[in-house]
C-alpha cells in the first residue's frame, strides 16, 4: 500500500455532511403499533472533513457521536440532510449502490474483541474485505497481502493463523485497524476505538493511527468521550450535546480558548498531573441530567445545565455562528 497523497484527482474535502437528521420512532401499543414520538439522536449535524486530517468527534455518552458516524457510512437509515463523500452525494444510495463506496469508507469499532468473529482466524478476519470485494483471486497474493496488513499495524506475520481470543485487548485493536485498511480507503471512522483499553495501550495505538496516517495520507474521524485523547490527535474539534454541534474549532483554538460553555466544563474536567495546579484551579461542574432526546428542551439544549444561562437561552435555539479561522460555535454570548 502506498500513501495516497498523489490523489490529486480527488477532491479536497473527503466529505461534507449537511444538517444531518436520524431520528428513531418510538412505538406504542401491543397490537395496532402506532408511533407516539421519536428519539433525536442525531438532529441537525454539519461538518467538513478535509483530506488527511483527523476530526475529532467528542461529547458525553448519548449525544449521538457513534449514530453520526454510523449514519455517514450509511449504516443507518438517515431521517434527512446530506451526506456527500469525495464528491458523490450519497445520502440516498441503497446498500447495493453503497457497496463499491464502502471500499473507500472504513471503520473501527469500540469493542476489539467483540467486533471480531471468533471463530475466524485472524488471516479470515483481515482478509474478509478483499474476498467480499472480489480482491481475493491470487491465493499467493491473497497471504502477501494479509502478512502485509499484520505488519503494518506492529504484528507478526505468523499470527495470521491464530483465533482473536489468543491476544491481548491492544493486540485485537491492532487486528481491527488492519482489517479496516484491507481496501485501502480514504476515509477511516473510528468509534471509541482506545475506550476499552488500558491507560498504558492507549497511547500505544493512538500513535499507531497517527503512524499510519502519514504513511497512507488516511483521512480520520476520531469519536471519543476523552478530551486527553482527541487532543493528541485531532486538528479539528467538534463537541456535540444532544444530537448537535455546539462548536467546532481547530485543536490549538478550543483548548486555548473554548466558547461554548459545555466545551468549557469538558475541558475542566480534565485533569492536571500536578496536584497543586489541580487544586488551585477552578472547578466547574456540570449539574442536572441530560434532557431526553426524545423531547430536547426549547431554546438552547444546554439551557437547563449551562452556568452562565440567559432568558433567549430559554425560548431562542442559537444557530451555528462562524467566529472566523474555521471556528464557529452555538451560543447567543457570542452574539445572534
Given at each position: 500500500?502506498?500513501?495516497s497523497a498523489?490523489?490529486?484527482?480527488?477532491?479536497?474535502?473527503?466529505?461534507?455532511?449537511?444538517?444531518?437528521k436520524?431520528?428513531?420512532?418510538?412505538?406504542a401499543?401491543?397490537?395496532l403499533?402506532r408511533?407516539?414520538?421519536s428519539?433525536?439522536?442525531?438532529?441537525?449535524?454539519?461538518?467538513?472533513?478535509?483530506?488527511?486530517?483527523?476530526?475529532g468527534?467528542?461529547?458525553?455518552?448519548?449525544?449521538?457521536?457513534?449514530?453520526?458516524g454510523?449514519?455517514?457510512?450509511?449504516m443507518?437509515d438517515?431521517?434527512s440532510g446530506?451526506?456527500?463523500?469525495?464528491?458523490?452525494?450519497i445520502?440516498g444510495y441503497?446498500r447495493?449502490?453503497?457497496?463499491?463506496?464502502r471500499?473507500r469508507m472504513?471503520?473501527?469499532?469500540?469493542?476489539?474483541?467483540?467486533?471480531?468473529?471468533p471463530r475466524m482466524?485472524v488471516?479470515?478476519?483481515?482478509?474478509?474485505?478483499?474476498?467480499?470485494?472480489?480482491?481475493?483471486?491470487?491465493?499467493?497474493?491473497y497471504?502477501e497481502?494479509?502478512?502485509?496488513l499484520?505488519d503494518?499495524?506492529?504484528l507478526l506475520p505468523d499470527?495470521?493463523d491464530?483465533?482473536?481470543?489468543e491476544?491481548?485487548?491492544?493486540q485485537?485493536?491492532r487486528?481491527?485497524?488492519?482489517?479496516?485498511?484491507a481496501?485501502?480507503p480514504?476515509?477511516?471512522?473510528?468509534?471509541?476505538?482506545?475506550s476499552?483499553?488500558d491507560?498504558?495501550?492507549q497511547?500505544q495505538?493512538?500513535?499507531l493511527?497517527?503512524e499510519?496516517q502519514?504513511r497512507?495520507?488516511l483521512?480520520?474521524?476520531?469519536?471519543?468521550?476523552d478530551l486527553?485523547?482527541?487532543?493528541h490527535?485531532s486538528h479539528?474539534?467538534a463537541?456535540?450535546?444532544?444530537?448537535?454541534i455546539v462548536?467546532?474549532?481547530s485543536?490549538?483554538?478550543?483548548?486555548?480558548r473554548p466558547?461554548?460553555?459545555?466545551t468549557?466544563?469538558?475541558?475542566?474536567a480534565?485533569?492536571i498531573p500536578?496536584p497543586e495546579v489541580?487544586a488551585?484551579r477552578p472547578?466547574?461542574?456540570?449539574?442536572?441530567e441530560?434532557?431526553s432526546a426524545?423531547r430536547p428542551?426549547p431554546?438552547?439544549?444546554?439551557?437547563?445545565?449551562c452556568?452562565?444561562?440567559?432568558?433567549?437561552c430559554r425560548?431562542?435555539?442559537?444557530?451555528?455562528?462562524?467566529?472566523?479561522?474555521g471556528?464557529?460555535?452555538?451560543c447567543h454570548?457570542h452574539?445572534r
Amino acid at each position: 500500500m502506498t500513501s495516497s497523497a498523489p490523489d490529486a484527482g480527488l477532491p479536497r474535502t473527503v466529505l461534507e455532511v449537511r444538517d444531518l437528521k436520524v431520528h428513531f420512532p418510538v412505538m406504542a401499543g401491543a397490537v395496532l403499533r402506532r408511533q407516539v414520538g421519536s428519539v433525536k439522536a442525531v438532529d441537525g449535524v454539519s461538518f467538513d472533513v478535509r483530506r488527511g486530517e483527523t476530526l475529532g468527534l467528542v461529547g458525553e455518552s448519548g449525544c449521538g457521536k457513534s449514530t453520526t458516524g454510523l449514519a455517514v457510512l450509511k449504516m443507518l437509515d438517515i431521517t434527512s440532510g446530506q451526506v456527500v463523500f469525495e464528491g458523490e452525494d450519497i445520502s440516498g444510495y441503497d446498500r447495493a449502490r453503497m457497496r463499491p463506496i464502502r471500499r473507500r469508507m472504513q471503520m473501527v469499532y469500540q469493542d476489539p474483541f467483540g467486533s471480531l468473529n471468533p471463530r475466524m482466524k485472524v488471516a479470515e478476519i483481515v482478509g474478509e474485505p478483499l474476498e467480499v470485494h472480489g480482491m481475493a483471486t491470487d491465493r499467493a497474493v491473497y497471504r502477501e497481502r494479509v502478512a502485509s496488513l499484520l505488519d503494518m499495524v506492529g504484528l507478526l506475520p505468523d499470527m495470521a493463523d491464530r483465533y482473536p481470543h489468543e491476544f491481548s485487548g491492544g493486540q485485537r485493536q491492532r487486528i481491527g485497524i488492519a482489517r479496516a485498511l484491507a481496501l485501502e480507503p480514504s476515509l477511516i471512522i473510528c468509534d471509541e476505538p482506545v475506550s476499552a483499553l488500558d491507560v498504558s495501550i492507549q497511547a500505544q495505538v493512538v500513535n499507531l493511527f497517527q503512524e499510519l496516517q502519514e504513511r497512507l495520507g488516511l483521512t480520520y474521524i476520531f469519536i471519543a468521550h476523552d478530551l486527553a485523547v482527541v487532543r493528541h490527535i485531532s486538528h479539528r474539534i467538534a463537541v456535540m450535546y444532544l444530537g448537535r454541534i455546539v462548536e467546532i474549532a481547530s485543536r490549538a483554538d478550543l483548548y486555548a480558548r473554548p466558547l461554548h460553555p459545555y466545551t468549557e466544563a469538558l475541558l475542566a474536567a480534565i485533569p492536571i498531573p500536578d496536584p497543586e495546579v489541580e487544586a488551585s484551579r477552578p472547578q466547574q461542574i456540570i449539574t442536572g441530567e441530560v434532557p431526553s432526546a426524545m423531547r430536547p428542551p426549547p431554546g438552547c439544549r444546554f439551557h437547563t445545565r449551562c452556568p452562565r444561562v440567559m432568558e433567549v437561552c430559554r425560548s431562542v435555539d442559537p444557530s451555528m455562528r462562524d467566529m472566523g479561522d474555521g471556528r464557529a460555535v452555538a451560543c447567543h454570548l457570542h452574539g445572534r
